[in-house]
């Protein structure tokens, strides 16, 4: 597979209001000791449910004889903030080095995402030190208190002078070479910068989370999340480029980062692997593979027109709004959700099954 973002952990030591996931908060004492311990119990079943090994073949380098170059893939591990002390030593570190035993050096990239003002010297060091091949800053905008415009340049600076004595080079720092090297090409340990500014992917925000609670999704009916990165698109097809799965705390799977209204399955159950095989073919997600959410209940009474209309919305603020995401949050309510819980029953059925032996 060549993606998998995993959410490991709730607490944060931030309330953004731009967050896309209103779990994502200052928890205190046994609140904090609870969160911290849900992941504590399930990192170890979800990490033994994740593909045996992390490739993928990209079908942007077809090989001469034919077939396609089979590379390394990545999980993003990511928060909330995963730099909070009691996350960082009872679920960050230990994930780093659970991952590091089942693949094995160099088996997986792994990125490790934080807004930057919790790095230490220290901690670049530990995680360098269990074989992290990416450190990506992710609170680089206008929307994370203290680091609003030019605020944050002292940390910038700052953040770059300490990955620099530690040799970690900037991610693109190949991009113009004979080669032509993109970045999930390149050779680790990297860091890169980036936060919901307009220029970026995520600058619309998604309709999720505080982001929606306060209505500051600009994304209209023409920006289909579905279609891009970190969306639904390509997600089943785990084997090439493009596939990309989000994982909860709790284990619960998602095709996409903004989570569909329901998850489609869980990783302290049973394997990832054994959960997108079990959706190749059904209408619903293939839909959400080929990036036309509006088709996915074509096959379930749902009309274009039909997802169309289930888009209209208001925000809480009282604004009108429309979006693919709230049409596909509104078809898992009221159609599919009785069907995945079906095929969840199925599956954990078909594990639990004696296996017959043919004379």
């Known amino acids: 597979m060549e993606s998998i973002y995993y959410v490991m952990n709730w607490a944060c030591h931030r309330r953004c209001k731009h967050c896309y996931e209103t779990n994502f908060r200052p928890y205190i004492r046994d609140e904090l000791k609870k969160v911290v311990a849900e992941s504590v119990a399930n990192f170890p079943r979800i990490i033994d449910n994740l593909p ?73 060091e530990q995680l ?56 999930g090409d390149e050779d680790g340990p990297l860091y890169h910068f980036f936060g919901a500014t307009p220029d970026e992917w995520i600058g619309k925000l998604w309709p999720r989370g505080r982001a929606w609670e306060n209505g500051l999704s600009s994304a209209d009916i023409s920006d289909n999340f579905c279609a891009e990165w970190a969306g639904a698109k390509n997600f089943l097809n785990h084997q090439y480029s493009g596939s990309e799965v989000s994982i909860d705390p709790n284990g619960d799977v998602f095709p996409c980062c903004m989570k ?38 074509l096959q379930r009474g749902w009309s274009v027109e039909n997802f169309l209309n289930a888009c209209e919305t208001q925000t809480p603020t009282g604004k009108p709004y429309r979006n693919l ?27 639990q099954s004696p296996i017959t032996l043919v004379q």
């Open 52 to 124: 045996e090994t992390m490739t993928y073949r990209d079908l942007a380098a077809p090989l001469a004889g034919g077939g396609y170059q089979e590379k390394t893939g990545r999980i993003i591990l990511a928060g909330g903030e995963v730099l909070l002390e009691p996350v960082r030593q009872q679920v960050l570190y230990p994930v780093l080095e659970r991952l590091q035993q089942r693949y094995g050096a160099g088996g997986i990239k792994v990125i490790v995402q934080t807004t930057g003002d919790l790095v230490t010297e220290e901690i670049i």
């Open 325 to 351: 995401c709230i049409g596909c949050d509104n078809f898992h309510q009221q159609v599919l959700g009785p069907e995945l819980l079906e095929l969840r029953r199925q599956r954990l059925a078909a594990l």
């Open 260 to 297: 569909t209204k329901f998850p489609i399955g869980n990783l302290t159950e049973e394997p990832l692997i054994g959960i997108l095989d079990s959706l190749i073919g059904h209408p619903v997600y293939e839909a959400l593979v080929a990036g036309t959410p509006e088709r996915m209940g």
């Open 128 to 183: 360098l030190k269990r074989g992290v091949w990416m450190i990506s800053i992710a609170g680089m905008d206008d929307y994370h208190v203290g680091l609003e415009g030019d605020k944050r340049l002292p940390l910038i600076a700052k953040l770059k002078q300490w990955f620099a004595a530690a040799g970690i080079n900037p991610s693109g720092w190949q991009a113009d070479n004979s080669d032509n090297v993109s970045w």
